[in-house]
């Protein structure tokens, strides 16, 4: 009987010593998405850079409401339109023509881009 109450009184103090030992991290916060003015602000007048699978790839965002884009070698043009908090392009050839919106994130390290409609990737991106 005393071997089955030390045998217990063993257990808890080493489950007690295992609860005390793990770390719980916070979850992080999430960053909510920029809005007209902020997207506008960050990139009409810049180029937004990026790498997909190793290739680097560019959009030159102009005020006029155009796009210049190149991707290795490739190049396109299309449009673009900030509204709803989300930034959309339709290239001549790239993505079909499809118009496509991405909400856009600030990060740590530069911004993220996250498909909403139209299909197309998720991209993390710098403005230069």
């Excluded at 489950?15 to 770390?23: D, F, P, T, Y």
């Excluded at 810049?46 to 965002?61: H, Q, S």
Aim: net charge positive; hydrophobic share 30%.
């Amino acid at each position: 009987m005393k071997k089955i109450k030390h045998g217990l009184i063993l257990s808890i103090i080493l489950l007690a010593g295992c609860a005390s030992s793990e770390v719980k991290t916070p979850p992080q916060a999430k960053t909510p998405s920029m809005n007209d003015a902020q997207v506008k602000t960050l990139l009409v007048g810049k180029t937004i850079v990026g790498n997909k699978n190793g290739t680097v790839w560019t959009t030159l965002v102009n005020a006029d409401g155009t796009v210049v884009g190149k991707y290795g070698t490739d190049g396109d043009t299309g449009n673009y339109t900030i509204e709803n908090g989300l930034y959309c392009s339709k290239w001549k050839s790239w993505g079909s023509g499809n118009k496509r919106c991405w909400s856009i994130n600030k990060r740590a390290k530069g911004y993220y881009g996250k498909t909403v409609s139209g299909g197309g990737d998720s991209f993390k991106f710098t403005v230069k």
